[in-house]
């Protein structure tokens, strides 16, 4: 059987690599992170954080062609929370071509206080394993985790509240505000993929969204403090349980 630790930058799939490293030191686990090539900077630096602290090496796959390939074979149709061909073509084809036929275990960071589950291979050969569920391990347990280990929290969760690429259209209206404000170059780029009605918000343009941009900061720290718009609240732009399941693990 081979033991693969599916990573997304996120803090609960590195907490789970923390974890399942101290707890079954005499396991060979393999560590992969599927690599769109759309990442954000923060998440190539904690990954590489992760490797040197735990003193892993993490398997990066990715589907040796870029975002662009996909979107031009999409007619320029953007992924979606209806439509998630991104997740499908440059995640989870790439980690099947690297499990192959192989009996593998696959673990999942889904947290026992989470009501949801996460990418489930339709391949025979693939054991999906949830410690933290078995286990108990809620939110908090992540957090002493994580401190303890001396990884802490990616950066990008001072303005955003889950991995994934820069564009995902799971983002809130404010995490694109705040997307500009962080690396207004890759706003730029997304802005570039919206053509007609293709726009990665339903009904309003990255372009609107600039102009309405202060609107959008005054309404969200209005209805939540600075201290708590920095955790994942539920929020009318918010898709947590319907987020990419193999993005955010």
Same mark, same amino acid.
């Given at each position: ?9 996120? $803090?609960?799939? @590195? ?5 399942? @490293?101290? $707890? +079954? ?7 992969? %992170? ?8 923060? @998440? +190539? ?21 870029? %975002? ?44 026992? =206080?989470?009501?949801?589950?996460? +990418? ?36 990008? +969760? ?26 207004? /170059? ?12 293709? @726009? ?17 900061? /005054? ?8 201290? =708590? ?8 732009? =918010? ?11």
């Amino acid at each position: 059987m081979r033991h693969i630790v599916n990573l997304s930058g996120g $803090k609960d799939s @590195t907490a789970l690599a923390v974890y399942l @490293t101290k $707890k +079954y030191p005499n396991v060979k686990y393999e560590y992969v %992170f599927c690599d769109t090539g759309c990442e954000l900077p923060e @998440t +190539y630096e904690y990954l590489n954080k992760i490797e040197k602290v735990l003193g892993i090496y993490i398997v990066r796959l990715n589907s040796d062609k870029p %975002f662009e390939f996909y979107l031009e074979k999409m007619n320029g149709y953007l992924p979606s929370v209806f439509a998630r061909w991104c997740t499908r073509e440059m995640k989870i084809k790439p980690w099947e071509r690297y499990v192959g036929d192989d009996n593998v275990y696959s673990y999942i960071a889904i947290r026992a =206080d989470e009501d949801r589950k996460g +990418y489930i291979s339709s391949k025979k050969n693939v054991h999906t394993v949830y410690p933290f569920i078995e286990d108990g391990i809620c939110i908090g347990d992540v957090e002493k985790i994580l401190l303890e280990s001396e990884i802490g929290y990616p950066t990008y +969760y001072e303005w955003r509240s889950r991995s994934g690429c820069y564009f995902c259209m799971f983002q809130r209206r404010i995490e694109w505000v705040n997307l500009y404000k962080y690396h207004p /170059e890759l706003f730029k780029k997304a802005l570039v993929f919206e053509k007609d009605n293709f @726009t990665w918000i339903k009904g309003m343009s990255l372009l609107d969204l600039l102009y309405r941009g202060k609107e959008i900061e /005054e309404r969200y720290y209005k209805k939540h403090s600075k201290k =708590d718009a920095k955790k994942e609240i539920e929020d009318e732009d =918010d898709y947590n349980d319907k987020c990419c399941l193999i993005c955010s693990l």
